[in-house]
């Protein structure tokens, strides 16, 4: 009789090829399948960030992830990009103009 054994290498390969096809399916774009869309912003969330990182991660929203990585309050600032949906109204609002950097307390 042949016993089949689990070896590294195989464990690999499968869950390779498992978490391939699970981002198969995953919008690549921005656009979100109801009709907002993608857009990033800064957030503190569980680090410890100075007063100055709070405020405009609470305020500024970016067209794209490389201009939120990119948009550091100052030198020390470990922030992290996350995605937020909104609406295509609001984006076309916000960023209608070509910029894609967004200041909530100055645009809105």
Excluded at 5 to 14: A, D, E, G
Excluded at 32 to 46: A, M, Q, T
Excluded at 48 to 53: L, Q, Y
Excluded at 76 to 87: E, H, L, P, R
Aim: glycine share 10%.
């Amino acid at each position: 009789m042949n016993t089949w054994q689990l070896t590294r290498r195989t464990f690999l390969r499968v869950a390779a090829f498992g978490g391939l096809a699970l981002t198969v399916g995953c919008p690549m774009d921005g656009i979100v399948p109801n009709g907002g869309v993608l857009v990033y912003r800064r957030s503190g969330r569980g680090r410890h960030v100075s007063n100055a990182a709070k405020k405009k991660n609470a305020n500024v929203l970016y067209a794209t992830m490389q201009a939120a990585a990119n948009d550091l309050t100052h030198p020390g600032d470990n922030s992290k990009v996350v995605q937020v949906v909104i609406s295509q109204q609001l984006f076309d609002q916000l960023f209608g103009d070509g910029s894609v950097r967004a200041d909530l307390r100055r645009k809105v």
